[in-house]
């Protein structure tokens, strides 16, 4: 550390710091939660509840602490390639943020207004976050999709999935 | 009761007309959603879980069989037919067989592919119907400290084994262990993690959690890199081989299978070394070496059989010690614990009827694989021009409808995002998804096994190595956590094997942490979590 680059240009671009934190933050919250628990000592279970949470913990610190030291020597994670995916531009949270935006929506409405309207805008959602301009073809295949998959769980599978606002309709 | 008379009452079960129909389902579905680009086999398995969910154990399963090698085989024609491959084990395919369909032999390198995993899945499932019930009757007579130990071996191995970063793994490894933790601990009874939400009680469904880690982490990821000009689909016609074809496959089918069982059959043996092995055999036995490396029809047959026998090879371990050893048998795990099935030796006794009709219809989806495949080519080929949007809109939907309807509570697809967004997050910095769904479904399994112990033994530690296979396995896991170290000394001993220009060089240029500075690291992290499964010992 003592080294003539300063903290803050060490930190710059190492992102990859913040989930070494996710660690140890994950770890240092199963510890405390493990400390917590109330056992008494019984000779039919010696090991107990708390032996594999402390083991967890203790590997998720340990964890946390080598990969910030890694990190900070410039180790790196290595991205995930794919068919779709193109690593050679940075991060297009214009498209990730409405993208998560439509999944909310869904979460927040499918149990008040029912799957076949928090399912399309589900899907709408996300191909218009995802780049899809044809907003009336996108709004058709939308509730076709509610609409098949809510009678398909219903009659062919018995699961019955939110009607919600379109109670009486459906 | 022999082998023969069993797998032949399985058949009668798997051949009654309505769980044959589940079978030709089941293929269709799983090369379908198999052959999209970004749905890899596990992914296919988790989405479909819920589908299977009102059907009876049996049908359920000879479904599942049709699901799995539908969707290991649907990732082969991704491959051939696009660019890149999507999953780890197809890479090799992609290698010789992209070439052979730009140069117009597209429909011979899917004809190999389909024929090569017909023979492979035949003599593959063949050899789990022979080699199940021998490792059977050999587990029976372990206990509780061998499973344990066996179990840690196969979280180990394929955390330290598989990937490119060991220390990278183990973090994913804790993050699967402390999210199986969540829940009532089911021998005191005590809340472990669930903040006082009783939702998290049950502890995390791993059909959610599988979801979101592999289909919606996956969707978020690729939103963010979306590929603006998409890759170009090489059109197909009927896939078929001519007599030279015919003549340059046959042998590197067999060998491809000799490669891929034993391999498939290990913990951390997967399909990727099977496959990469085929490959450098073929390349070294071929008369035509030249046309490696611009479309060689012995570089698709070879790689494919080995995955597709791997993928038989993986059922043996997971069926006769409900022990998985990749990401589709950890969700296929699962799917058997949600029927309230355990896989493992006495699942053998207890199921008998079911785990033959299984193994049965894994012979029959097999089969509907090459019927169904050989003419269906060109449409698998169409789904591949999927618009983008449209395809991760709808791995989106059907996430959510597949976890939603789960358990019909809103709370899940809270905790759906979240772990997506951790799926995310793991894809950006490199750390392996693998370990983390092992971690979720054998963490709770270990930690039972590791009280069963104690409790046999009264707490004392030396009964985790009171048996002597027990013993063995820790010797084994020693050496795989202590494999880069050793090589080290030993490479260090023999200082011109290796100038030291290339080590300099990878210290400092080496992006990843496998060689160089970084990789002291993980060594040390290795050896300290290595310490910490002898610690509770």
């Known amino acids: 550390m003592s080294s003539s680059p300063t903290l803050a240009s060490r930190l710059k671009g190492r992102s990859e710091l913040g989930v070494a934190l996710l660690l140890g933050a994950a770890g240092v919250l199963v510890l405390v939660d493990a400390i917590a628990l109330v056992t008494p000592y019984s000779k039919s279970d010696p090991v107990g509840p708390k032996t594999l949470p402390y083991l967890v913990a203790g590997l998720l610190i340990v964890c946390a602490i080598m990969l910030a030291v890694n990190v900070l020597r410039g180790g790196q994670g290595e991205a995930e390639g794919g068919e779709d995916v193109d690593l050679t531009h940075p991060a297009d949270w214009k498209t990730v943020l409405p993208l998560a935006g439509a999944f909310v929506a869904n979460i927040l409405l499918i149990d008040w207004a029912g799957w076949v309207i928090s399912g399309t805008v589900l899907f709408w959602g996300s191909a218009w976050a995802l780049g899809s301009r044809h907003y009336i073809r996108d709004g058709i295949i939308a509730v076709a999709l509610s609409v098949l998959t809510f009678y398909g769980f219903y009659l062919g599978l018995g699961i019955p999935l939110p009607a919600g606002l379109l109670a009486g309709v459906l | 009761m022999d082998v023969f008379s069993s797998l032949m009452d399985g058949f009668a079960t798997a051949l009654t007309p309505m769980n044959f129909l589940y079978a030709v389902i089941g293929v269709l579905l799983g090369t379908a959603v198999g052959v999209l680009p970004g749905l890899g086999p596990a992914m296919t398995v988790a989405l479909l879980l819920p589908v299977t969910y009102v059907l009876e154990p049996t049908s359920a399963f000879i479904m599942f069989a049709g699901i799995y090698y539908g969707g290991m085989y649907g990732g082969s024609t991704t491959s051939i037919l696009l660019n890149t491959p999507g999953e780890s084990s197809s890479v090799v395919t992609a290698i010789e067989g992209n070439k052979m369909a730009k140069a117009g032999r597209a429909a011979q390198a899917l004809a190999t592919a389909a024929i090569g995993s017909f023979v492979a899945g035949t003599i593959g499932t063949a050899l789990l119907a022979v080699f199940a019930p021998i490792v059977v009757k050999f587990a029976v007579s372990l206990g509780s400290p061998s499973y344990f130990a066996i179990m840690v071996l196969a979280l180990l191995a394929v955390t330290a084994v598989l990937g490119s970063s060991r220390l990278r793994g183990f973090a994913s490894l804790g993050l699967g262990l402390a999210i199986g933790l969540v829940g009532i601990d089911s021998v005191t009874g005590q809340r472990r993690l669930t903040f006082g939400q009783p939702l998290l009680a049950d502890g995390l469904d791993i059909v959610v959690v599988a979801v979101a880690i592999f289909a919606v982490g996956e969707a978020l990821w690729v939103a963010a890199h979306l590929r603006r000009n998409p890759l170009q689909v090489i059109p197909v016609g009927r896939p078929w081989m001519g007599k030279e074809d015919w003549k340059r496959s046959w042998k590197p089918w067999l060998r491809g299978t000799a490669f891929g069982f034993p391999f498939g059959a290990l913990p951390a043996g997967g399909a990727e070394i099977p496959t990469f092995l085929s490959y450098v055999t073929e390349k070294r036995l071929s008369k035509h070496p030249e ?140 750390l392996p998804v693998l370990p983390l769904i092992l971690g979720v479904i054998l963490g709770p399994r270990i930690e039972g096994q590791l009280r069963k112990t104690l409790q046999l033994s009264a707490g004392d530690p030396a009964g985790l190595w009171s048996e002597p296979i027990a013993v063995g396995v820790y010797v084994l896991i020693a050496l795989i956590l202590l494999w880069p170290f050793l090589f080290k000394l030993i490479r260090r001993n023999r200082p011109a094997a290796m100038p030291a220009g290339i080590l300099a060089k990878s210290g400092s240029s080496e992006p990843t942490d496998a060689g160089g500075s970084g990789s002291h690291g993980s060594h040390r992290a290795d050896a300290t979590s290595g310490g910490d499964g002898d610690g509770d010992g």
């Open chain 2, 291 to 430: 046309e490696f490396g611009h479309g060689a029809i012995e570089g698709v047959a070879g790689p494919e059989a080995a995955n597709n026998a791997a993928a038989a090879g993986t059922m043996t371990p997971l069926l006769a010690l409900g022990l998985p050893t990749n990401a589709t048998a950890a969700v296929m795990l699962a799917a058997f614990t949600s029927y309230g099935i355990q896989p493992g030796p006495q699942l053998f006794a207890s199921q008998g009827p079911l785990v033959w009709a299984l193994i049965a219809s894994l012979f029959i989806g097999n089969f509907l694989l090459l019927i169904i495949n050989l003419p269906l080519a060109p449409l698998w080929a169409k789904l591949l021009q999927l618009p983008r949007p449209y395809l991760y809109a709808g791995i989106l939907f059907f996430a959510t409808l597949g976890a939603y309807s789960v358990n019909l509570q809103a709370f899940d697809l809270v905790l759906l995002l979240v772990l997506g967004a951790l799926g995310f997050m793991m894809r950006r910095f490199g």
